[in-house]
């Protein structure tokens, strides 16, 4: 496949190319400016009518070239572009293939895209689809959940965590079996049984209970009434009675009552004391009589004493008589205040009956009060606000009036039950606990298992030892159908290792030791390097030096580095068109050359046009047209003088 000739008639600032017939070796010459690279850029765009995106910089001039180029296929067959298609059509290539392999725009050699374009390459020529391989290898990866693409890789966390639940999963089934073994050793079954039992028997004291204070409020109610309607009798009774004069009358009364008393236990002496009198008065008349018919000196003796005694004795019975006098006079008043008082009788045994009448009703009421006060309280020292009150109290307990009317209130009882209600509750307290702790353990086990097993279902409850059976069986079948899944897929990455393993072979049909890239690269290099190879997984080309070192085709020197890819498109060229040769449009290709590696560049060139490639080659160096000008006048190279934009 060759270019014979070209016309570019307008494009953006070029002049008229003209027709320009083109041969084996075709060296096109211009200064800088002169519309070189627009030339190359017009030919791409009349060669490629469509998929240009791989070239850069390709719309440097708006619009469309006015030109043709006549191409003639390898069976001597010439079509006109773009009239007759795309050079894409003619040569069976893509586009990104004819860039990187005939075309060298901007002096770079260095092929677009390089990893992809080679492995886009070998599966063209070997048939391995190498990008689809490694597609399947990494979705295999991805359906595995493995750690990297082949038959040694084990489950990774970058998808989904998912060897973490893998993980998470067996130590769960782990603490489930722990944790059936605890419910076993503790008799958790049977925790829900004693629960109810002591629930129950909880319910039937707080009845008894109740019925208790149902028969404690009627027992006050009734003694609050009782105790209400009596101390109400006895105000009634004690209506308009001073109490604290009934006191005082009362106490004169004692006072009285103990005069009485003495002066009856003084009677006799009285009896005395008036029989004494009428004998000193007898005595003392007699002595005044002896005096009289004889006044003797022992007479006057007696008739002295006897008037003494007369009135020691008068004085004495006197004073007997005013004490009795004054107890008269002191039970007419106490009579006169009983009367008063409305205590009134004919006698102090009467007045007395009627006061100790007073002071069992005072009894009564304070009996009353203080019964009142000891079940109701009180609001103050006012008896008229407490009547209101213990009236109010008693009123709300009348609804117990006749309830439980058959029990009698025992405290001792109460508090028996109620001991025994709180021996209970802490015995229930301490089976909820560790049914609480059971609970706790069985919602952890639930949240661990959704972590996993949610994305296999609904959310997963645990609230019982079947429930933990369950997630156990979940998460063995988990577990199963993450390694079943994995193993499948090595199984499967097995068979692709040993598949790439033979067809890896065919690779060397481009790069390794005895390929063509290799062959040419010796040749070019004068033998100085002797192999060139590719990684594909790097997708990294590597040289090989006669004295066996490695070397990166980035770590070349710029001369190598040229000569290196240019054996790569001259054997890949050859591969692709099934051992027929091209063309190669250059743009100055060997740019960073000094003269004497470009002199032995071009020879390269021209070893290579003579084996039947087309050599289009562009340049504002005086320096390749000086190489070339022995064979520019010999007529074995092509030199075509580009016209100046501004000429």
């Not at 270019?3 to 002049?15: C, D, M």
């Not at 190359?40 to 719309?59: E, G, H, T």
């Not at 067959?77 to 893509?94: A, N």
């Not at 040289?543 to 001259?570: F, M, V």
């Amino acid at each position: 496949m060759r270019l014979n000739e070209f016309s570019i008639r307008h494009y953006g600032p070029l002049p008229d190319t003209g027709r320009t017939q083109l041969s084996g070796f075709n060296l096109f010459f211009g200064t800088n400016e002169t519309g070189k690279t627009l030339v190359i850029d017009a030919l791409v765009k009349i060669l490629f009518k469509q998929n240009r995106k791989i070239f850069r910089r390709i719309n440097r001039v708006d619009g469309e070239p006015d030109g043709y180029a006549i191409v003639e296929d390898d069976k001597g067959k010439k079509m006109t572009l773009p009239e007759k298609g795309d050079l894409t059509k003619i040569c069976g290539l893509s586009s990104s293939e004819c860039r990187n392999l005939f075309i060298i725009r901007n002096s770079d050699l260095s092929i677009a895209q390089e990893g992809e374009f080679y492995i886009n390459v070998i599966d063209r020529l070997t048939g391995l689809r190498t990008e689809e391989t490694s597609s399947i290898r990494k979705k295999l990866e991805e359906i595995g959940k493995l750690t990297r693409p082949d038959s040694g890789a084990s489950l990774s966390d970058k998808w989904g965590k998912i060897k973490t639940k893998v993980k998470k999963a067996r130590a769960l089934i782990n603490e489930i079996n722990e944790l059936e073994r605890e419910i076993e050793a503790e008799n958790f079954d049977q925790i829900e049984e004693k629960l109810t039992k002591a629930t129950g028997r909880i319910n039937e004291i707080e009845q008894e209970l109740n019925s208790l204070e149902n028969a404690r409020k009627r027992e006050k109610y009734e003694k609050g009434d009782s105790e209400l309607g009596k101390l109400r009798m006895s105000l009634e009774s004690l209506k308009g009675i001073n109490l604290e004069e009934t006191k005082r009358l009362e106490f004169e009364l004692n006072n009285y009552r103990e005069s009485k008393e003495k002066i009856s236990s003084l009677k006799s002496v009285s009896k005395f004391f008036t029989a004494s009198i009428a004998v000193s008065a007898i005595l003392l008349l007699a002595s005044i009589f002896g005096i009289i018919i004889r006044p003797l000196s022992f007479l006057f003796y007696l008739t002295n004493l006897f008037i003494l005694s007369t009135v020691i004795l008068g004085v004495s019975k006197f004073y007997f008589v005013a004490r009795k006098v004054q107890l008269e006079i002191t039970f007419n008043k106490i009579r006169k205040s009983a009367l008063q008082l409305g205590v009134d009788g004919e006698s102090i045994g009467d007045i007395n009956s009627n006061i100790q009448k007073i002071d069992e009703n005072a009894s009564l009421k304070t009996k009353a009060e203080t019964i009142l006060e000891s079940y109701f309280s009180k609001k103050g020292e006012d008896l008229q606000a407490n009547l209101s009150y213990w009236k109010s109290e008693i009123d709300a307990l009348k609804e117990y009036k006749d309830k439980a009317k058959d029990i009698t209130y025992d405290e001792q009882k109460v508090s028996g039950l109620k001991g025994e209600k709180e021996r209970i509750n802490q015995k229930k307290e301490q089976l909820q606990t560790k049914m609480t702790n059971f609970g706790t353990k069985l919602k952890e086990v639930e949240r661990k298992s959704n972590e996993f097993l949610r994305l296999e279902g609904d959310y997963l409850h645990c609230d019982t030892s079947l429930d933990l059976k369950s997630i156990r069986e979940k998460s063995r079948i988990f577990i199963a159908k993450i390694e079943n899944n994995k193993n499948n897929v090595l199984e499967v990455m097995k068979i692709f290792e040993e598949i790439e393993k033979e067809e890896e072979e065919k690779v060397s049909q481009l790069f390794g030791k005895d390929s063509l890239v290799s062959k040419y690269f010796c040749q070019i290099t004068d033998g100085i390097y002797q192999e060139v190879d590719i990684n594909l997984d790097e997708k990294r080309i590597k040289t090989k030096l006669k004295n066996g070192e490695i070397l990166d085709a980035e770590k070349l020197s710029g001369g190598a580095y040229d000569q290196l890819y240019l054996s790569i498109r001259l054997a890949l060229g050859e591969k692709l068109l099934k051992g027929n040769k091209g063309f190669f449009i250059m743009d100055d290709p060997f740019i960073k050359a000094d003269m004497e590696r470009l002199r032995k560049q071009i020879d390269i060139l021209k070893g290579i046009s003579e084996s039947g490639w087309q050599i289009m080659y562009f340049t504002a160096k005086d320096e390749v047209k000086d190489v070339l000008k022995k064979d520019i006048t010999n007529n074995k190279v092509n030199y075509i003088e580009i016209p100046g934009i501004f000429s």
